[in-house]
Nanobody, 118 residues
Framework: VQLQASGGGLVQAGGSLRLSCRAF???????????WSWYRQAPGKQREMVAT???????NYADSVKGRFTISRDNAKRTLYLQMNNLEPEDTAAYFC??????????WGQGTQVTVSS
């Protein structure tokens, strides 16, 4: 199983991006049953949780992105999304998708870079 993230890029402050994370090789029951998250890591900083979506599609967000970011999932496509609106320079970071397999094993995507210019 591999997670492939895409959708990052360079955008001006106030702009929008939509990140995608496709789970290749994962069966539907596992994808739909897992909790999925987006994390980000800026240079010189620790990786932080940005948003989480549960198996029941409940969501949780970091305070810094509430009201601007929306996490969602398409189980049939085995794809996780992060819609990011009203981007700020402080959102500049590498963004990683994440899940835990069998309640034990961390699985990370390769990261996609988001750069927001002021």
């Amino acid at each position: 199983v591999q997670l492939q993230a895409s959708g990052g890029g360079l955008v001006q402050a106030g702009g929008s991006l939509r990140l995608s994370c496709r789970a290749f090789g994962m069966i539907l029951s596992e994808f739909s049953g897992n909790i999925w998250s987006w994390y980000r890591q800026a240079p010189g900083k620790q990786r932080e949780m940005v948003a989480t979506v549960t198996r029941g599609s409940g969501t949780n967000y970091a305070d810094s992105v509430k009201g601007r970011f929306t996490i969602s999932r398409d189980n049939a496509k085995r794809t996780l999304y992060l819609q990011m609106n009203n981007l700020e320079p402080e959102d500049t970071a590498a963004y990683f998708c994440h899940t835990i397999r069998n309640y034990k094993y961390d699985l990370w995507g390769q990261g996609t870079q988001v750069t927001v210019s002021s």
